[in-house]
């Protein structure tokens, strides 16, 4: 009978092991530690039926209480030990959770400081500087990856001081924020958001969608509508941001400042244009230039875009821009803009047409200007060998 008992106690001592050795592997691999209770399960079951068996044999009550109660002590260690399992398991667990989401977040927030920027430097211009707006915006991106200045005018090829005068000025431009703006945001939207938008913003009007009485968009009507579509008041120069990202706005290539380096445009700006800012200053009106574009990255957002999109738009002194997107004939688009345009309430507009002013004055009439004489008077901008 002893030889039982010690066998039994050895295959207890085996079961409790194994139930150690199962119960980390299940900790580890199969994220389970009670696996490990299944070697210990079977030494008390092997218990009972050894003790039936010495029942049967008709072994004394003291072997009987000995065995018996020997073999539960793998038993209880077996148990005790992957509770302590558990607690680890718990423990280790909670910690990797809380290191995963803590990368997540800044992944997440690294993401969206990088799209961010990218979104932003869609609409920078530094205009104190003479160089390129590609290298402009990769001195913005090397500065943000961490580089100091005399590293970046290295790499650049260019004097430390115009590097210094570039970051200045995507840092006023980052940062400026209009007073009524305090409960705005610079949240990136999701392309699905930015989709749902510009659909709005080429196949409908502000008047429309009761944003106001015009039918031209600006980036006032273009941040309420973000805002109605949304749930989120996003910042102006967000919103200014996503429409140069969408091609929804002049492109540096066409202004006048662009091509101010040009004998002709100088000698322009010196003599004609001059004379018509003047003429707007003692009219007491306003100054615009009308532009058309063609909105190329609309395209790229949505597929519920005019096949070949057109957009006039009219932009003040100041930058205001008001804008709409045709998909019709050139000349039809234009009677419909100054439609638009003069139904704006204010002084009267002293419009300078960039390109295709003869082809827009034919469109309009010689009756049709002289009754809009008194709203909208135009004068061409385009500039020979300019």
Known sequence: ????????????????CAGVVFGEIYLTRKKNVFYGLIPAGGVAALSYIVLIIMLIAGAGGTAKFVT??????PVIAGVVTLVAFRRKYRRRESDENARQARLQNARRLEAEKQQRLAVLLKGFRCAESEMKLEGQRDIVMLA?????????????GCPASEVERILDAFERYATRVDPDESESTDRILTPEQEESIVNYLVNSTPAENNLS??????????????SNLLGVNL???????YLAHWGLTVPEKQT???????PAVRLWLAGDYEKIRQKAHDGDGELIWIYTVIPEGISDVSVSVPKNPIMLCAVSAEGSIAFRVYDKDLSACFTDFVAS??????RKFYAIINENYDKYMDTLGRDRRRALSDRIEFFSGEIENG
Request: net charge positive; hydrophobic share 60%.
């Open 144 to 156: 943000k990856s961490g580089k100091s200045v005399s590293q970046i005018a290295g790499e650049a």
């Open 68 to 73: 018996f109660y020997l073999l539960q002590i």
């Open 256 to 262: 006048i400042k662009a091509r101010s380096a040009r």
């Open 235 to 241: 910042s102006t120069r967000m919103i200014s941001a």
């Open 213 to 226: 009485a015009s039918m031209l968009w600006n980036r006032t009507t273009a941040r309420l509508l973000a």
């Open 1 to 16: 009978m002893l030889f039982f008992i010690v066998l039994l106690i050895i295959l207890g001592v085996a079961a409790l």
């Open 341 to 346: 345009l003069t139904a704006l309430p204010g």
